[in-house]
């Protein structure tokens, strides 16, 4: 038994954010990402994972920085809290710049494999 | 052996021991190897096999060990089998008499209690003194394994009740097995519970164990079908049909939050499941276990888990019992419930397309990742197996469950669940085992395995290529011990002394493993690590053709850690 809802809800209530809104180095932010270690839980491409944990997906389309920043801080659930003595709120920006970089998968639809 | 002839045992899983040689030297002369001596490479691999056989065969097999050194191997997959409620027939050897032990060693691997070690967590056990109290006891030992709740038991074999001749003119019996008939529960507390079922407005089951054998999952249809109500299951066996309109587990908080009646089957942890349920006390439930659970417990270790407040319980085998309730619960249906049901069924089928479409798009994210993500590893492999007659026999949580969510699991032998007590070096013998059973039924097995999980003991391998057990093996190559990755890192956040040293002990790399290389030095043919999501599909069409061809095949993937 497995939270999926509550997954799901995270990210169907995330808003559309540009790089160019976001700002932050995402080539620095992609190798934040993987030292980190928030792909252990999250995926390399920030895809989640559906089960122990179920960790919601982060890309692409993540949260807006403020919002990513205070979850960090003082997360709900399973997500140990990260302080900004272990990752800076700039480190952050790089990171969402990196989240917001990766581009959307396709379509449902157009994959053969995933067809019901 | 005669008597483990009349038992009925197919196979002896077994790595070979001084202390039950006479036992070996029995099947493979005297018995002409019928039972089929099955040459495992540690004892922990000789029970995991027997764990997962028992799984797809419904019976155990003879498995055989040292009394001291050999158990104590042993311990911790009899212990996973114990929590998982499965059948295990073991038998040790060991010297008794203090006058017929052989030297230093045979000192060292005797002892005065066998099976003290491991008597809390298996079921029975007893050290025969003579020839026919040894076969009194083993047929009762397999009789008592075999009655619901299934479990471990052990018998110890005396080295001298072994090796001695029969004495002449001594009058031994076999006596006759008759199984025990798995507990029903009572007929007044069954038409109890078919009527506050019809009478419910959403109730929902969550089930366990409650497909022991194919006709759980056929019996679990049938009520479901009858009540129209929705079905969240553990994963702890096969027990519904993944793509049942009327199966709720993707969307199992929802499910359970809209629940006024919950029938726990066969479960495991009731309470963490149904928690978040009962702590709304705004809205009524009434909550009804039927379990076998509930008629043999032992003190010790807690697999019994937190206790479930319940309104009604049932001390009873799940599937024995639903045969009368299905049948109470029809007697009780009227025309005008039928209708109400009906509307239900629609809903929670709109409901669990709708949960099937997010796990679709989830199963999207990623897709073309390297290391590959394990979604589109599952999807793929799905594609080459569907055709199939497969038996997939892994536990599929640290593969976040994919295949159970993409793949079309109907029948009893699609899934055999988990390791029961999360014990690690579970996953390969016990994918060894079933591939036995299976191998019988021409099936192909298919076993996703965690790659810590198999250097627990990786000759098993050298078993399947010895034994031309035929099976696909896909390497979870996440290199590390993921879960205890994500734990370590935990720690460190929330002591807030950074994590750039976490991978120390968790990490499986620096060299990285070649399990190509390594599967090939036992014996079973092999390619990988592959990377690249489209290199997928041709290994694995490769791989099934081996395994078709009758025997064993691994694949090294490099994987997502979940």
Known sequence: MRNLGLAMAVFTLTPMLTLAQNGGDAENGKRLYLRNGCYECHGTVGQGAGANPVAPKLAPQPIPLAQLIAYVRKPAGGMPPYTSKVISDAQLSDIRAYLASIPEPPPVKDIPLLKP | ?562
């Open chain 2, 1 to 562: 052996m005669d008597v483990f002839k009349s038992i009925g045992f197919d196979y002896v899983f077994a790595n070979p021991g001084g202390s039950f040689g006479g036992l070996h030297e029995s099947v493979i002369n005297y018995c002409g190897n019928n039972p089929e001596f099955i040459t495992c490479m540690h004892e922990e691999s000789s029970i995991a096999m027997a764990h997962g056989y028992a799984k797809i065969e419904g019976k155990p097999v003879l498995t055989m060990a040292h009394g001291t050194v050999g158990l104590q191997h042993a311990s911790m997959a009899l212990y996973n089998a114990w929590c998982d409620r499965v059948p295990i027939y073991m038998v040790i050897g060991n010297s008794l008499d203090a006058a017929h032990r052989g030297g230093e060693v045979g000192w060292d691997h005797s002892v005065q209690d066998a099976a003290a070690m491991v008597r809390d967590f298996t079921k029975w056990d007893d050290t025969p003194v003579s020839l026919q109290h040894f076969a009194e006891s083993a047929v009762r030992a397999y009789k008592i394994a075999m009655t619901p709740p299934t479990l471990p038991v052990v018998l110890i074999a005396d080295t001298q009740l072994q090796d001695e001749q029969i004495p002449a003119g001594e009058r031994l019996s076999i006596p006759k097995l008759s199984l025990t008939t798995p507990p029903s529960g009572d007929t007044g507390a069954i038409a109890d519970v078919a009527k506050m079922l019809v009478a419910a407005e959403n109730p929902v089951i969550v089930t366990g164990r409650s497909g022991r054998t194919p006709a759980g999952v056929k019996l679990l249809v049938e009520l479901a079908e009858t009540l129209q109500c929705g079905v969240c299951d553990q994963h702890l066996r096969m027990n519904f049909p993944t793509r049942h309109p009327l199966y709720q587990e993707w969307r199992n908080r929802a499910a359970l939050a809209d629940a006024d009646l919950i029938l726990g089957l066969e479960t495991a942890d009731f309470y963490g499941t149904i928690r978040p349920r009962v702590a709304n006390t705004a809205k009524p439930l009434k909550v009804i276990t039927i379990t076998s659970g509930d008629l043999y417990i032992k003190s010790n270790y807690q697999d019994f888990q937190r206790y479930t407040a319940s309104d009604l319980s049932i001390g009873a085998d799940a599937e024995a019992t639903l045969p009368a309730l299905i049948e109470a619960c029809k007697k009780l249906i009227t025309g005008d419930r039928k209708r109400v049901f009906e509307e239900r069924g629609k809903k929670l089928g709109e409901a669990s397309a709708q949960a099937m479409d997010r796990l679709r798009l989830q199963a999207s994210y990623g897709w073309d990742a390297s290391p590959i993500s394990t979604a589109r590893a599952s999807a793929v492999l799905w594609a080459q197996i569907k055709n199939e007659d497969w038996s997939y026999v892994s536990d599929a949580l640290f593969f976040s469950f994919w295949p159970l969510k993409l793949w079309d699991m109907k029948e009893h032998h699609h899934y055999i669940g988990n390791k029961g007590g999360a014990g690690i070096g579970y996953g390969s013998p016990a994918a060894v085992g079933a591939a036995v059973a299976n191998r019988r039924r021409g099936r192909l097995t298919i076993n996703i395995q965690s790659d810590g999980d198999f250097m627990y003991a990786p000759g098993v391998l050298w078993t399947a290529a010895h034994h031309k057990i035929p099976m696909l093996t896909i390497m979870h190559n996440n290199r590390a011990y993921h879960q205890e990755v994500m734990g370590i890192q935990s720690m460190a956040n929330h002591r807030s002394r950074g994590i750039d040293q976490i991978g120390i002990g968790t990490k499986i790399e620096d060299p990285f493993i070649d399990y190509a290389s390594l599967a090939k030095s036992l014996g079973v043919r092999s390619e990988g690590p592959i990377k690249d999501p489209k290199d997928l599909a041709p290994a694995f069409k490769r791989g099934i053709e081996v395994a078709k061809s009758g025997e064993p095949y691994l694949i090294d993937v490099w994987t997502q850690g979940r």
